[in-house]
């Protein structure tokens, strides 16, 4: 493996210890002038012609075999475009379908507010007596019946970071009868993930996260290749046809995952993701994740040090916990903005959470150190009680 971190493939701000890049990652090297060769060269100079020219079309499926390999999925079934949102209803719509004499859609209270609004939103317009059931995480495995036509999961709880195990998981789905969606925004560059091994039916995730693609960076979705051709896509969109030029006037899947993809890709996001994705050659996920557990581990052991007003909330047993950590706070928002204020930046869960993202990408045992300093020293002495350190921000 290269060697971790890598800070040089990174545009860091001088004087910032980053701790957030599982919320938006950093700015890749390269990225910019990637994004500026496709705005003046290939958009300025050759119009239209660019879809051909510089292969814009192929674009999507290039960047999505390249999630691929990070995901542990094989080439050709990762479709990228759209968002993250878009990708839960896709996925879960499809799985609905193939499973079409159940009615309960099985997640847990902890998973991300977007994937329940979905799979609510969903369910109101089928209209056919779908239920949602949420039960606490550690209750999910025993919730799986044969009552449940879906189980979808996010793997990696984007508050605390407690992590679901994949594998066991998605074998309990399938011994009930159940279809299998995990969601990997808190995953994907992150943790180890191995798609084809766990037979999962889809997968969806972000790619501005850990992969640092950019805020709104386009989402991704993973479809098991042998059901591909089982998939009737909720949102049968123009780039999902198989013959989009052909301009029939009903639909017909492509035979791809392809089938997946729905509105026009978006280039310029597209070309900074497959920049930034340059930063990964070369990385064994495997010794990632060890630097991760290792950069983690040093961080609660700190903090627990010289931080005792904190309270973990994230899993002490690294095994099950993703790349992040989470400390409860009671006055969490205003010595997170104090941090933030000293170069060290974070971000705020509700109601009371400090979250801590660790990527070895371009984070060392240094930054870890330097970042405890700070904030031994605002919780210390109070710091966070300045006024200016109340105001909330429409995002935390």
């Known amino acids: 493996m290269t060697d971790l971190p890598r800070k040089h493939l990174f545009d860091l701000p001088e004087g910032v210890i980053y701790l957030d890049g599982n919320s938006l990652g950093p700015l890749p090297r390269g990225a910019a002038e990637r994004v500026q060769q496709v705005m003046t060269l290939e958009w300025g100079q050759d119009l239209i012609r660019a879809w051909n020219t510089a292969e814009w079309m192929a674009l999507p ?9 990070l995901i542990g999925a094989p080439a050709g079934s990762v479709a990228t475009g759209d968002t993250l949102s878009i990708k839960v209803y896709q996925a879960l719509a499809a799985a609905l379908k193939m499973n079409p004499d159940r009615r309960v859609i099985l997640s847990d209270a902890g998973n991300f507010p977007s994937d329940l609004y979905m799979a609510q939103g969903l369910i109101g317009t089928i209209d056919k007596g779908y239920e949602l059931r949420t039960p606490a995480p550690e209750d999910v495995a025993g919730a799986i019946t044969d009552e449940v036509a879906v189980v979808m999961l996010t793997q990696v709880d984007y508050r605390s970071g407690r992590m679901h195990d994949m594998k066991a998981i ?6 009930a009868g159940a279809v299998m969606i995990w969601d990997l925004a808190h995953s994907a560059g992150a943790v180890p993930v191995d798609m084809a091994g766990c037979n999962a039916e889809f997968a969806v995730g972000c790619s501005y996260k850990y992969l640092n693609g950019g805020p709104g960076a386009p989402a991704f979705i993973y479809a098991r290749p042998d059901l591909v051709g089982q998939i009737q896509p909720a949102l049968a969109g123009w780039l999902g046809h198989a013959a989009p030029f052909a301009m029939e006037p009903d639909y017909r899947p492509a035979m791809s995952t392809e089938r997946l993809r729905v509105g026009t890709p978006p280039i310029l996001q597209l070309a900074a993701l497959d920049a930034a994705l340059d930063a990964w050659e070369g990385v064994d996920m495997a010794a990632l994740r060890t630097a991760s557990v290792a950069l983690c581990e040093k961080f609660i052991t700190e903090v627990e040090a010289r931080c005792p007003m904190l309270t973990l909330a994230s899993p002490r047993d690294g095994a099950g916990r993703g790349s992040q950590v989470s400390f409860a706070f009671e006055h969490g ?8 204020d000293r170069g060290v930046i974070g971000d705020f869960r509700a109601p009371d959470i400090m979250r801590f993202g660790f990527t070895p990408l371009y984070i060392d045992e240094a930054d870890v150190v330097a970042a405890v300093d700070v904030m031994e020293e605002v919780l210390r002495d109070e710091i966070w009680r300045d006024a200016k350190y109340q105001v909330k921000s429409r995002v935390t």
């Open 61 to 69: 499926a290039k960047v999505g075999d390249r999630i691929a390999g």
């Open 170 to 175: 998605t074998e309990k789905a399938h011994a």
């Open 333 to 340: 928002y205003a010595a997170m903005q104090a941090l933030i």
